[in-house]
């Protein structure tokens, strides 16, 4: 069975700073590969996925991930955060083997400073 | 834009008690999921239905069964309701029938079981 782990439960950055969100997974096969995201008091959504092609993957608001499936890694990065990316990030995959399904990471609570 | 509709946002239940989680979907989907989110636990799969009359059990279907008659609606039961099932739960929906490419989530029902 697939798993997902996500390095950090709670990280705290000031406005501007870079950020590195750490996701790394549990399958042997072929995945596809996602982060969602929860701000305040609002449904889950997609944040970026990845299925195939450029492992570098862009999503909304400047986000962007790279798969490296030697490391079986998929880390949320983002240049310059705001404070307005304070919420918890989810990092998911989904081993493809018939019908299979997301599985979630514990989830990072982002908190940024302004 | 796709909407997951759960029916209550924040429910109170008495331990013993039998409970219903609603939950529609507007944009014709096939599959349908039940999580529940835990703080430091992330999301856990609870039952999945790919089709009408179809159901599955996810990573944690002890104490929950499930309802789908109607392809836009999957309702969540709680046979009888105890202090450890208090817990945010979240519906989700996707069209893919096998990738699960992407989920929508609801909004999320608060329940508190006493």
Known sequence: AQSVSQHNHHVILSEAASLELGCNYSYGGTVNLFWYVQYPGQHLQLLLKYFSGDPLVKGIKGFEAEFIKSKFSFNLRKPSVQWSDTAEYFCAVNALKGYSTLTFGKGTMLLVSP | DVKVTQS?????????????????????????????????????????????????????????????EKKERFSLILESASTNQTSMYLCASSLSEATNEKLFFGSGTQLSVL
């Not at chain 2, 989907?29 to 089709?51: K, T, V």
């Open chain 2, 8 to 68: 209550s946002r924040y429910l109170v239940k008495r331990t013993g008690e039998k409970v219903f989680l609603e939950c529609v979907q507007d944009m014709d989907h096939e599959n349908m999921f039940w999580y529940r989110q835990d703080p430091g636990l992330g999301l856990r799969l609870i039952y999945f239905s790919y089709d009408v009359k179809m159901k599955e059990k996810g990573d944690i279907p002890e104490g929950y069964s499930v309802s789908r």
